[in-house]
T-cell receptor
Framework: ETGVTQTPRHLVMGMTNKKSLKCEQH?????MYWYKQSAKKPLELMFV???????ENNSVPSRFSPECPNSSHLFLHLHTLQPEDSALYLC??????????FGQGTRLTVV | LAKTTQPISMDSYEGQEVNITCSHN???????ITWYQQFPSQGPRFIIQ???TKVTNEVASLFIPADRKSSTLSLPRVSLSDTAVYYC?????????????FGTGTRLLVSP
């Protein structure tokens, strides 16, 4: 238990569906992150929120839309995804220079 | 961001000490060095973080020479459950967050 909880753990969605991934952290951290990890590839940083403001957006397609309503919650809204978007999506949080703590991830399959 | 270089893979046996070295020649003054462990289909787990000299916790030790251009993660007496990918990251937390960019890491295989 890392203090970062992601739901759902598994998600199968069609290419025309809209779904959302949720992340919640109970650590009082001031930054939250979304990462994507495809099979056999390194983690790719997608978005960073610091003090609830988006500070990093690494050329992620617009079919991925993040939302950070408060310092404890982070969402990733998904719509019209492609099969190549199937991956493990990981949320993390950190405080200043401290290490980041990751959730268990959401295994997403796009069919 | 300082780039890091690690061996792609390492093999060890149960009970041995494992040392994984990471090179970060372009580390900046404000950068910290952090190591993570990742098992398949799970999120990375924070292991240890340091700025200089030596840091030790209940899991590992981190050795950082004076020039800080490299660091070594030391895992004492590894077990089969230490088989995982280990990542070395260098980041600056001055901005209030860390742009944590993961490389390919070091795949450690511990055998009986």
């Amino acid at each position: 238990e890392t203090g970062v909880t992601q739901t759902p753990r598994h998600l199968v969605m069609g290419m025309t569906n809209k779904k959302s991934l949720k992340c919640e952290q109970h650590l009082g951290h001031n930054a939250m992150y979304w990462y994507k990890q495809s099979a056999k590839k390194p983690l790719e940083l997608m978005f960073v929120y610091s003090l609830e403001e988006r500070v990093e957006n690494n050329s992620v397609p617009s079919r991925f839309s993040p939302e950070c309503p408060n310092s404890s919650h982070l969402f990733l809204h998904l719509h019209t995804l492609q099969p190549e978007d199937s991956a493990l999506y990981l949320c993390a949080s950190s405080q200043d220079v401290g290490g980041a703590f990751f959730g268990q991830g959401t295994r997403l399959t796009v069919v | 961001l300082a780039k890091t270089t690690q061996p792609i893979s390492m093999d060890s046996y149960e009970g041995q000490e494992v040392n994984i070295t990471c090179s970060h020649n372009n580390i900046a003054t404000n950068d910290y060095i952090t190591w993570y462990q990742q098992f398949p289909s799970q999120g990375p787990r924070f292991i240890i973080q340091g700025y200089k000299t030596k840091v030790t916790n209940e899991v590992a030790s981190l050795f950082i020479p004076a020039d800080r251009k490299s660091s070594t993660l030391s895992l004492p007496r590894v077990s089969l459950s230490d088989t995982a990918v280990y990542y070395c990251l260098v980041g600056d937390g001055d901005t209030g967050f860390q742009k944590l960019v993961f490389g390919t890491g070091t795949r450690l295989l511990v055998s009986p």
